[in-house]
């Protein structure tokens, strides 16, 4: 069945304002249902029985307004430039305290795993809120092992975790439903798989597990110290969640909580000195029980869970020398991880950005600053234990990196540590060829990207020795030209610094005032020079806004964007008399927003609420004006508008153009 053509022709926005204030059986509230009630579904229709459900009908609705409020959420399409379906209407009509408990369950398994996840948002209310989380439990009774499957075809719990400002509750039940971390190798499980399947299988586990809570991590940045305590308990996630915070989207997380990881992270260097040193004591001739005995006192001290790791490294099989080289470069292995993964942009935070431009951090500069020295600090003893390795194919070049780095964020180098980095970059350097074959490539085993980026690393490293003196900004300067020619739209593309500058030569010059206020409509941005500075430049400030406003459509003309900005900037003033409001393009002055995006200005409301009252004919005359969004018709007056509706007198003709 065809719907009704609305039964009135005023501006959604402005509707919902008025109603906002309203009783349930006042004229705007009855116009609004039946408007509701008749017309086709769209976005328009669905915010009006929006406002009527958190305004006037918010304690009793009919059972009719809040289906249709779900189903046309759960019939609409996706919307353009929307990244998730937020579900509101829904989610308000769900809450209601009429909605029956029966029609609320089957309404959530209606909804997609997205949506459902939109409905577990914080602003639900608690009976919405544990039926979302019975449904979730109940979608996720089987869990299932990770696999890069998962990542295109998610589960329930992977597609809601991924909504920003999830209820506690609904957060806490979808962790609990994800899938479960990468399975352990069990020969008696599958017989037929060998090793060596088993670990590519494991290692592509992996990966899609360390990008599952990459995504999870990014979404959920409010739940981060949550989310740390939920996988502690859980040993597959925790080394995950730790280093993605750190070194995934560390601008993202709280400052304690950023500190507490790096703290955490740098405890793991100090078992890696000492794998390093117990294990260079082996390649030198001790038994490993000669080894364990020297570093007796640094085993006692620490924890049972490191001395568990450390242990490992002692067995007899972990003593060939293939391993054993390994293991002698464990803290130089870890910093140079560190430098290039974990710790990366703790360490280079201008290398943080998003779209080429820089990202905000949580983190002050000074937190992220002494973080970075702290790590120079205490992994300045892999310098120490850094050295050549002639059978290395790759030399020192793999080194030069985390030495940048170490160099960078020490306050003060020592000069055993110069000494050091000078080894580093000569060792490299002996390994670097001096020609190169055909074709770019050289004779040695390094590639020709990597050659180049020691090189440069190599220029980079030698003055840190000295400090590089950083370069001054230059300025410009410009000019408008003659004040009794130039108009609006000439003053709203000039830089803020040069019109004020401008205007203060010009002093006293009421007509360039004049131009510069309309300027106001026409400026694609505002810094610091604000309107009513400008205004008060003016001998006349509130005649010229009066005279401004009244011709406006001779003095700014042009479409609905300058006449919507001119009334923005009126209403935005500390101060707007009734007799400039009555001015406003009728149809600009109605769209103007108020406090947010969806509601019309308060003063235009109440003022149009007064001049109506409570009478039904002037409300539906007012509905049926001349006023428009484009054409002639967009320049009606308000108050001309408001008077013949009240008076039932003739629509007034509108106010003439150039």
Request: glycine content about 6%.
């Amino acid at each position: 069945m065809a719907a009704a053509e609305s039964p009135s022709s005023l501006p959604f926005d402005f509707l919902r304002t008025v109603i906002a204030q309203a009783s349930d059986d006042s004229p705007p509230t009855r116009m609004a249902i039946e408007v509701v009630r008749t017309a086709p579904p769209g976005t328009d229709r669905d915010s009006l029985a929006m406002s009527l459900l958190t305004g006037p009908l918010a304690q009793s609705a009919p059972e009719w307004l809040l289906a249709m409020a779900v189903e046309s959420d759960l019939h609409r399409g996706p919307r353009p430039h929307m990244v998730t379906d937020r579900m509101d209407l829904t989610r308000v009509a769900l809450s209601h305290q009429a909605c029956p408990d029966a029609y609320r369950v089957q309404a959530l398994q209606k909804c997609t795993a997205a949506r459902l996840g939109a409905l577990g948002r914080r602003e639900g209310s608690a009976a919405l809120i544990h039926a979302v989380v019975t449904e979730l439990h109940r979608r996720s009774k089987k869990r299932l092992i990770i696999s890069p499957e998962l990542l295109t075809d998610a589960t329930p719990a992977q597609v809601v975790l991924g909504e920003h400002g999830l209820h506690e509750a609904v957060f806490v039940a979808a962790l609990d439903c994800l899938p479960l971390g990468p399975d352990k190798h069990d020969g008696e499980e599958d017989g037929e798989e060998d090793v060596d399947a088993w670990l590519e299988r494991h290692r592509a586990a992996s990966d899609a597990w360390e990008d599952m809570w990459d995504g999870v991590l990014r979404t959920q940045t409010e739940h981060h110290r949550r989310l740390l305590a939920w996988s502690a308990k859980h040993p597959a996630a925790d080394r995950v969640v730790r280093e993605h915070l750190l070194g995934s989207l560390p601008w993202q997380v709280e400052p304690a909580l950023l500190e507490e990881v790096a703290v955490h992270n740098l405890g793991s260097f100090e078992r890696a000195v000492l794998v390093t040193r117990i294990s260079r004591s082996c390649r030198d001739g001790l038994t490993p029980a000669q080894a364990r005995e020297r570093y007796v006192d640094e085993l006692a001290a620490a924890s049972q869970e490191e001395r568990d790791y450390v242990e490992r490294f002692l067995d007899a099989e972990m003593q060939s020398e293939t391993i054993q080289t390994i293991l002698c470069r464990s803290a130089i292995d870890w910093v140079e991880r560190a430098g290039s993964q974990t710790w990366r942009f703790l360490l280079n935070p201008s290398e943080a950005q998003h779209y080429g431009r820089p990202r905000e951090w949580l983190a002050s500069e000074e937190l992220v600053a002494a973080l970075g020295t702290r790590f120079a600090t205490i992994c300045l003893a892999a310098l120490n234990l850094w050295e050549p390795e002639p059978a290395s194919r790759y030399r020192g070049a793999r080194d030069l990196g985390w030495l940048h780095a170490l160099l960078v964020q020490l306050p003060e180098v020592p000069e055993e540590a110069r000494q050091k980095a000078r080894l580093v970059v000569e060792d490299t350097r002996r390994s670097l060829p001096t020609q190169s074959g055909a074709h770019g490539y050289h004779s040695s085993h390094l590639p020709w990207e990597k050659h180049q980026r020691a090189k440069e690393l190599i220029a980079t490293i030698m003055p840190l020795v000295t400090d590089p003196v950083p370069a001054l900004p230059g300025r410009r300067t410009a000019s408008l030209g003659d004040p009794q020619t130039i108009r609006f739209k000439q003053l709203a593309n000039a830089d803020e610094d040069v019109l004020v500058a401008y205007l203060d030569r010009h002093m006293g010059n009421d007509a360039l005032i004049a131009e510069a206020l309309l300027s106001f409509a026409a400026r694609s941005y505002q810094k610091n020079l604000g309107f009513d500075d400008v205004l008060a430049r003016h001998s006349s400030p509130l005649q010229i806004l009066l005279d401004l406003t009244l011709n406006l459509r001779r003095r700014l003309g042009g479409g609905p964007e300058l006449r919507g900005s001119w009334a923005k900037i009126i209403l935005a003033r500390p101060e707007c008399p009734p007799e400039l409001l009555r001015l406003l393009p009728a149809w600009s002055a109605l769209k103007a927003r108020g406090p947010r995006y969806d509601t019309a200005h308060p003063a235009v409301a109440a003022y149009v609420s007064e001049a109506l009252g409570d009478s039904d004919a002037a409300w539906q005359r007012f509905a049926e004006s001349p006023m428009s969004h484009a054409g002639p018709g967009a320049w009606h007056r308000l108050g001309d508008l408001l008077d013949a509706a009240v008076e039932g007198a003739s629509w007034p003709t509108p106010p003439p153009g150039r």
